[in-house]
């Protein structure tokens, strides 16, 4: 099946940094690309959608000017929490979905952000 | 939005088939039924998806209601390796389109004991 790799897996920063995540299509090319974040115990929320080479569609609540996506080739696309707070400590999760005829969607083997 | 109901929680005892339910009484005709699990602290994975017929694949079969308000991904001899949360979700947006998201709702925690 497709591959969806995910950099770094764990990172620990400080509150007032900002953190990159980086998503990347191995064997396919991504047009959409999705990003999603896990609390503990609960399950996977939609933070933003994005379309290769336009700008991100955010869900309601979701800050875009504290997560930056930025989805600049078909095979990447990159997450930026700024300005990180513990609260915005979690696990996130990107995935991809195919061009055409693409109904599948894959996830990536997730991201441990821990701001201190 | 399509919303989908799951039991919080299931048990299985190893290489027994495994059977788990989900109702979705709101599905609109062009919904498809889609099927991922997630085993602990990874990204969830593709299980299985379906329209109206039954599906069957090498990880699971799915059974689709008649009416399509319900439906059950059949383990069919569970494994510990298949001790995840399995979610069920419906496919938004138009049939035969690619523009969808998945919602998640909390799925089954299926336990799968030795």
């Known amino acids: 099946g497709a591959v969806v790799s995910q950099h770094p897996s764990r990172v620990i920063c400080k509150s007032g940094t900002s953190v990159k995540i980086e998503c990347r299509s191995l064997d396919f090319q991504a047009t959409t690309m999705f990003w999603y974040r896990q609390f503990p115990k609960q399950s996977l929320m939609l933070m933003a959608t994005s379309n290769e080479g336009s700008k991100a569609t955010y869900e309601q609540g979701v800050e875009k000017d504290k997560f930056l996506i930025n989805h600049a080739s078909l095979t990447l696309s990159t997450l930026t929490v700024t300005s990180a707070h513990p609260e915005d400590s979690s696990f996130y999760i990107c995935?991809?979905?195919?061009?055409?005829?693409?109904?599948?969607?894959?996830f990536g083997p997730g991201t441990r952000l821990t701001v201190t | 939005d399509a919303k989908t109901t799951q039991p919080n929680s299931m048990e299985s005892n190893e290489e027994e088939p495994v059977h788990l339910p989900c109702n979705h009484s709101?599905?609109?005709?062009?919904?498809?039924i889609h099927w991922y699990r997630q085993l602990p602290s990874q990204g969830p994975e593709y299980v299985i998806h379906?329209?109206?017929s039954n599906v069957n694949n090498r990880m699971a079969s799915l059974a689709i209601a008649e009416d399509r308000k319900s439906s059950t991904l059949i383990l069919h001899r569970a494994t510990l390796r298949d001790a995840a949360v399995y979610y069920c979700i419906l496919r938004e947006g138009n049939s035969g389109g690619s523009n969808y998201k998945l919602t998640f709702g909390k799925g089954t925690l299926l336990t799968v004991n030795p």
């Open positions: 709101t599905i609109s005709g062009t919904d498809y």
């Open positions: 379906g329209l109206t």
């Open positions: 995935s991809a979905r195919a061009g055409t005829g693409g109904y599948e969607q894959y």
